[in-house]
């Protein structure tokens, strides 16, 4: 047989195999190329199971959110998100007191009325003559997702109100930041305040 029969032999033999597994094979090439690379480049999948799609990246908000900070598994059930939302952090045994509300309640806010004198005060992030206390619920900085309550300050410093030592005392320039975080509460307190009825000289705190 010459050489030339012997290819068209060969060419014939090669469009008869093409023929009998044509379509399952062009569908299972179409299949793989939606899925993103074709059957020769995908690994074998066993008889009888069914080929699991290549991983798609995250969401760069997906990818965010997981990095985020998340509540410390010294945080009891009940504050491990504040009023907002947003996650409480606290050192390894932390101790919450008994007194102050969950992490999750809205921070208590006294309404007034109050005077144009103390909201002055207020604007100059004091607290002044307002009779009022500024206490971080369980010594929790509002970096930590912690809430600011007004108290009486009567009632500020009595027994079990601060069990333990706070955040504040016991890292490096924690004083600093519980100043500033009480400084831009009044602040925020006095910008509040709004005058009911006009020119009544009577300022009420409408709330967060």
């Known amino acids: 047989?010459?050489?030339?029969?012997?290819?068209?032999?060969?060419?014939?033999?090669?469009?008869?195999?093409?023929?009998?597994?044509?379509?399952?094979?062009?569908?299972?090439?179409?299949?793989?190329?939606?899925?993103?690379?074709?059957?020769?480049?995908?690994?074998p999948v066993p008889n009888g199971s069914t080929p699991r799609p290549p991983t798609q990246p995250q969401p760069v908000q997906q990818q965010q959110a997981h990095a985020g900070v998340r509540p410390t598994a010294s945080v009891p059930t009940g504050n491990?998100?504040?009023?907002?939302?947003?996650?409480?952090?606290?050192?390894?045994?932390?101790?919450?007191?008994?007194?102050?509300?969950?992490?999750?309640?809205?921070?208590?806010?006294?309404?007034?009325?109050?005077?144009?004198?103390?909201?002055?005060?207020?604007?100059?992030?004091?607290?002044?003559?307002?009779?009022?206390?500024?206490?971080?619920?369980?010594?929790?900085?509002?970096?930590?997702?912690?809430?600011i309550d007004e108290i009486p300050r009567v009632e500020h410093n009595v027994s079990g109100r601060h069990p333990a030592s706070s955040v504040f005392n016991n890292e490096a320039g924690g004083s600093s930041l519980r100043q500033r975080e009480i400084y831009q509460h009044w602040r925020a307190k006095g910008l509040r305040l709004v005058e009911r009825p006009p020119g009544s000289g009577r300022w009420l705190d409408p709330g967060l």
């Not at 060419?11 to 690379?37: D, F, K, V, W, Y």
């Open 80 to 147: 491990q998100f504040n009023y907002r939302g947003e996650p409480v952090c606290a050192p390894e045994g932390h101790r919450f007191n008994s007194l102050d509300p969950p992490m999750s309640r809205p921070p208590k806010v006294a309404p007034g009325p109050f005077t144009a004198a103390q909201r002055a005060e207020f604007l100059e992030g004091r607290g002044g003559h307002s009779g009022l206390a500024p206490h971080h619920r369980h010594q929790l900085p509002l970096r930590d997702g912690g809430v």
């Open 1 to 43: 047989m010459s050489g030339a029969a012997a290819n068209t032999l060969e060419e014939s033999a090669a469009r008869a195999a093409a023929m009998r597994s044509g379509p399952a094979s062009t569908e299972q090439a179409l299949a793989a190329e939606l899925r993103g690379g074709t059957a020769e480049s995908r690994p």
